[in-house]
């Protein structure tokens, strides 16, 4: 009989927060890491939210599920980032009606400034770390530069949510079951610049599986609605919500993490915003949304070698562009203070 599995400990923040509420039960059941792998949970939030915090440790306690071993809460980034081997950055201002994401900038960079250095300074070197709160990708980078015993390898930042947009967006306009649309990409930034691209997607129609531009046979429609709608699609769940997403947007979460600690599928790709080594002529030392795949409990890399048509590349040249500049703001943001 093989030893039974040690606990991990894993750190959310903003754990008062709406995402958490919906990212805590799958962590605790095991979805993400695995049905095997115990976790110690630890939830980060800041002091007045501290009240709330001890509701949710009340219900995770009531799920009564065994995979779930200590509860932390805590409002000390010293105790939430103790020894943590994935890291769930969700903490953070959301945007109202009418802002962009990186209108967040200004409110959000330095939480992700105190908690690179947290995690720099008490997180496990080989810590997996996935930056949720907006602006995401920018937030990640900050996030690293104040953590540089960690390897740059381990951040990224959290575009499988427009990945799962995109996905379903297609399956609806194909007529075929969400699952049969595999490797929709999403480049660039979590913003309205990023790049939905259905170029090298497939769908699988009994059995059968083609390209889903030949399927569709209607490139403008992929090119222009399709793009904007995915672009558009944060905004439009909070124009209806009054809230920006949070059960999608933890699903999407648990997604990112569990492909990343279990690997992706053989033949498939996901999207993770990571560090950019110049791959498809991408500046470095940008956080940007590429196709990836990973082995279990390896790294992740980036898929090669792929096509871009001029369109494409023209999205791409947008969405880097204004990640440049999100680099800038932030610096000048951090320096201000
Ligand atoms: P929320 O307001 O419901 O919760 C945020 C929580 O973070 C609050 O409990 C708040 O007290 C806490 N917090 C604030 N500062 C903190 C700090 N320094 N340390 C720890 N906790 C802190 O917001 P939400 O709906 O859960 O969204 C959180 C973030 O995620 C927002 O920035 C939102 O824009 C972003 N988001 C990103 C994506 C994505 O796809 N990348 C999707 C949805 C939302
Ligand atoms: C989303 O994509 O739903 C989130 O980033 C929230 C937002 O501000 O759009």
Known sequence: M?????????????????????????????????PDQPINLHLLDIPVMMKVLEGVVMELEDLAL?????????????????DVAAAFLVGAMPRKEGMERKDLLAANVEIFKVQGEALDKYAKKDVKILVVGNPANTNALICSHYAPSIPKQNFSAMTRLDQNRA????????????????????WGNHSSTQYPDAAHATVTVQGSTKSVPAALNQD???????????QKRGAAVIAARKMSSAMSAAKAAGDHMRDW?????????????????????????????????????????????????????????????????????????????
């Open 220 to 230: 403008n429609w992929l090119q222009t609605t399709f793009v904007e709608t995915i």
């Open 261 to 337: 600690w279990m690997g992706t599928k053989p033949g498939e790709y996901v999207s993770m915003a990571v560090f950019s080594d110049g791959s498809y002529g991408i500046p470095e030392n940008i956080v940007f949304s590429f196709p990836v795949t990973i082995e279990p409990h390896g790294q992740y890399k980036i898929v090669q070698g792929l096509p871009i048509s001029e369109f494409a590349r023209s999205k791409l040249t947008v969405t880097a562009n204004e990640l440049e500049e999100e680099r800038a703001e932030a610096y000048k943001v951090l320096q201000k203070k």
């Open 2 to 34: 093989s030893e039974p599995m040690k606990p991990i400990n894993v750190v959310v923040t903003g754990a008062a927060g709406q995402i958490a509420y919906s990212l805590l039960y799958q962590l605790a059941a095991g979805t993400v890491f695995g």
């Open 167 to 186: 996905q379903a967006a297609l399956a609806a306009r194909l007529n075929v079951q969400v699952d049969q649309v595999k490797k929709v990409i999403i």
């Open 66 to 82: 065994p995979l779930l071993r200590e509860i932390v809460p805590t409002a000390d980034p010293a105790v939430a980032f103790k």
